[in-house]
């Protein structure tokens, strides 16, 4: 396993490189260790690294920009932060790091992050030996985008024709009736008149796709039109983990990577509404139960998952109650008050109600003991 450090404290990496050199159940090659950036970009364009033990505030640049620059280097690699600050976690994990470690670490502590980085290479080399490239790929959360061979985004000739295409794409498992397909996507039109928007719009997506070299991309049986594509998207990837009754961090991290925004959030499909709802429960769900159910050291990942809790449920009393709860338990006096004082002008202003007892008395008892 080769690895880079860079932490512009040469104290740091000194500890770094003693805890590092005490691992032994773990094949370790320290590649470089670096207090400055611009070194450790070089080392990256000439030597392939699989885990990066990163500073996440340096003097020349800032960790998560450094993270980016290597990622478009190597995307491969394995980003483990290494900081003292915890209020940058959910930002590393929306980068897809694989930890976050808090200074001072502890060397069982690394330990654990370099055994999930190992497993994360492994598992992406299975992948890549298993898994060819998809044909196309499909981006669902924020703004929908198709993505062809090459990595292009496709471009859409009409509205009609993309929306067409996402409900063929959604329904892929089975062959879609053309009567309901007129009047799912044009509810106010007469027959024939949808009949022959569909006829239309169909025409232009099978052109579109065999432009990009596919033949036979929709399929027409017996009055049923079916997409015959390979498409992979980040909406399945999510899925099959969400399907799974038990998640670890790894999974957990992958959701909240993956889900940054609502599925089709800024599509307009009154049809899609219910598949939207639907997955944010899911979510939710799958960030709760961890949340409840999960005995682990990394606390920093449980707050993540509170905050996209609120942040998906905004005046959810429980979700609020659980968050300052989790701040008092760690003793963070600065973020409880400064999350206290968001939450009593959001709930007074909005919503015209005072802060609920329980998390009054939570945030006043801890308040008291504070001044003591």
Same mark, same amino acid.
């Given at each position: 396993?080769?690895?880079?450090?860079?932490?512009?404290?040469?104290?740091?990496?000194? =500890?770094?490189?003693?805890?590092?050199? $005490?691992?032994?159940?773990?094949?370790?090659?320290?590649?470089?260790?670096?207090?400055?950036?611009?070194?450790?970009?070089?080392? !990256?364009?000439?030597?392939?690294?699989?885990?990066?033990?990163?500073?996440?505030?340096? =003097?020349?640049?800032?960790?998560?920009?450094?993270?980016?620059?290597?990622?478009?280097?190597?995307?491969?690699?394995?980003?483990?932060?290494?900081?003292?600050?915890?209020?940058?976690?959910?930002?590393?994990?929306?980068?897809?790091?694989?930890?976050?470690?808090?200074?001072?670490?502890?060397?069982?502590?690394?330990?654990?992050?370099?055994?999930?980085?190992?497993?994360?290479?492994?598992?992406?080399?299975?992948?890549?030996?298993?898994?060819?490239?998809?044909?196309? @790929? =499909?981006?669902?959360?924020?703004?929908? +985008?198709?993505?062809?061979?090459?990595?292009?985004?496709?471009?859409?000739?009409?509205?009609?024709?993309?929306?067409?295409?996402? &409900?063929?794409?959604?329904?892929? +498992?089975?062959? $879609?009736?053309?009567?309901?397909?007129?009047?799912?996507?044009?509810? $106010?039109?007469? &027959? #024939?008149?949808?009949?022959?928007n569909l006829y239309t719009t169909v025409y232009q997506l099978r052109k579109l796709f065999k432009d990009k070299g596919v033949e036979n991309p929709i399929e027409l049986v017996n009055n049923h039109y079916q997409l015959n594509l390979q498409v992979k998207s980040d909406y399945e990837n999510l899925q099959s983990i969400l399907n799974k009754e038990n998640?670890? *961090?790894? *999974?957990?991290?992958?959701?909240?990577?993956? @889900?940054?925004?609502?599925?089709?959030?800024?599509?307009?499909?009154?049809?899609?509404?219910?598949?939207?709802?639907?997955?944010?429960?899911?979510v939710l769900h799958a960030l709760e139960c961890y949340v409840e159910n999960t005995v682990s050291e990394n606390t920093l990942l449980k707050l993540s998952c509170l905050q996209k809790m609120l942040l998906l449920d905004e005046y959810n009393e429980r979700f609020m109650f659980k968050i300052l709860q989790f701040l008092v338990q760690n003793n963070r006096?600065?973020?409880?008050?400064? !999350? @206290?004082? *968001?939450?009593?002008?959001?709930?007074?202003? #909005?919503?015209?109600?005072? =802060?609920?007892?329980?998390?009054?008395?939570? &945030?006043?008892?801890?308040?008291?003991?504070?001044?003591?």
């Open positions: 396993m080769n690895i880079a450090i860079i932490d512009d404290e040469q104290m740091a990496i000194d =500890v770094l490189q003693i805890m590092l050199k $005490n691992i032994h159940s773990l094949p370790i090659s320290i590649k470089g260790a670096f207090t400055n950036v611009s070194d450790a970009i070089k080392l !990256f364009e000439r030597e392939p690294i699989d885990v990066v033990l990163l500073d996440m505030e340096m =003097v020349d640049m800032h960790g998560l920009q450094v993270a980016k620059q290597l990622l478009a280097k190597q995307p491969s690699i394995s980003i483990i932060f290494v900081t003292a600050h915890m209020q940058f976690a959910v930002d590393a994990f929306e980068i897809e790091a694989t930890d976050y470690l808090l200074k001072p670490v502890h060397e069982k502590r690394l330990l654990k992050a370099l055994t999930k980085a190992k497993e994360k290479r492994e598992l992406q080399q299975k992948v890549k030996i298993i898994d060819e490239q998809p044909v196309f @790929y =499909v981006q669902t959360f924020d703004s929908f +985008q198709l993505l062809d061979q090459n990595n292009q985004t496709i471009k859409w000739r009409t509205k009609k024709v993309k929306e067409l295409f996402i &409900y063929l794409w959604l329904n892929q +498992q089975k062959p $879609n009736l053309n009567v309901l397909i007129i009047e799912i996507l044009w509810p $106010n039109s007469e &027959y #024939d008149k949808g009949s022959a998640h670890n *961090e790894l *999974e957990i991290q992958r959701i909240l990577n993956i @889900y940054q925004s609502d599925f089709l959030e800024n599509e307009d499909y009154d049809w899609a509404i219910k598949i939207k709802n639907d997955m944010k429960q899911q006096k600065m973020e409880c008050m400064k !999350f @206290y004082h *968001e939450i009593k002008a959001k709930l007074e202003v #909005d919503l015209k109600v005072s =802060v609920p007892e329980e998390i009054e008395k939570l &945030y006043e008892g801890y308040m008291k003991k504070q001044q003591l």
